[in-house]
């Protein structure tokens, strides 16, 4: 992808860059029209075949119009959406508090209530795009902003479903396109439909990450990673905590489960389970699979 910093993309003059992954880069800008800073994420298409190009620019300007609809107190809000000489971009608020995998990246782990608290909010944010027929696809720290004052909020709505379809998007050797390895739901490793509960079990990851201080799976590569998803059993969170409440390790494995059936059903039942867990209600247990209450199961390993 070219360097688009002192360039302009419409009414936005790019000023450097804030982050990149494997689907965009983001940059911090100048709105030129209101005159205010905005964050403008700029979709990767320099591995898509020209072929493939205009057909990825028009899913790129259907799903822009939805987003720019989906409005909620914790999801990143799209103001302007564009496309440039091929280039397709999403402006949203710039915000200047860093992301979660940041956070992550100074801290070893959050305590389980504190963990539940924070990402209570993003799963009703998930809940109100899922009202909508609107699945991310891409839950994962690195998606997850933090205001001034410390409030979450759920980015990147949209581009994974934007690339999904292409045929040039290599997994194998960048994991990007259709989400992120290591908070992948199975079914979305095999390219099987995705719904609501994909999106719990990334949560699920990434709470699990919050409250041990590590990732269930990691490998060298996206496939290996993908592989210990798809086969391997969940790493006990209590052998990372010992005195991690029962109840929460519990929630652990119904919102891991490697079937979508064994999860929660919906993600506002997991936000309301996130919410009694951040209060230290631990008295109701959730209803557990047979298979997932051994540790000879498919779903939990010692």
């Known amino acids: 992808m070219p360097n688009l910093i002192g360039k302009s993309l419409g009414y936005y003059h790019i000023l450097e860059k804030i982050g990149e992954g494997g689907m965009a880069v983001v940059y911090k800008a100048f709105d030129t029209q209101l005159e205010k800073e905005v964050a403008v994420k700029v979709i990767r298409t320099e591995n898509i075949q ?105 980015s990147d709505f949209g581009v994974a479903k934007v690339l999904q379809d292409e045929e040039t998007m290599d997994l194998t050797g960048t994991g990007v396109g259709v989400g992120t390895p290591a908070y992948m739901a199975p079914e979305q490793g095999l390219g099987k ?61 119904k919102a891991l489960a490697k079937d979508p059936e064994h999860r929660y059903q919906a993600m506002g039942a997991f936000a309301l389970v996130l919410e009694e867990v951040a209060k230290g209600n631990l008295q109701a247990e959730p209803e557990i699979p047979a298979q997932e209450k051994t540790s000879k199961g498919p779903f939990l390993s010692k």
């Open 193 to 253: 439909p995705v719904d609501a509960r994909t999106d719990i079990y990334a949560l699920g990851i990434v709470f699990y990450e919050l409250v041990t201080g590590r990732k269930p799976y990691s490998a060298d590569t996206p496939m290996a990673v993908l592989h210990k998803q798809l086969s391997e059993p969940l790493p006990r969170p209590s052998n990372a905590v010992p005195d991690l409440p029962l109840r929460v390790e519990q929630v652990l494995l």
């Open 50 to 154: 020209q072929s493939a190009l205009q057909r990825t620019l028009k899913r790129f300007e259907r799903e822009a119009k939805a987003l720019t609809k989906l409005t909620h107190a914790n999801i990143v809000q799209i103001l302007d959406h564009g496309e440039q000489n091929g280039v397709p971009y999403l402006v949203m608020p710039y915000l200047p508090g860093g992301t979660l995998k940041e956070e992550i990246a100074k801290a070893s782990r959050m305590g389980w209530q504190k963990a539940a608290a924070f990402l209570a909010p993003i799963a009703h944010a998930l809940e109100e795009a899922h009202r909508q027929d609107i699945v991310h696809r891409d839950v994962k720290p690195a998606n997850i902003l933090i205001t001034k004052e410390g409030a979450p909020m759920l």
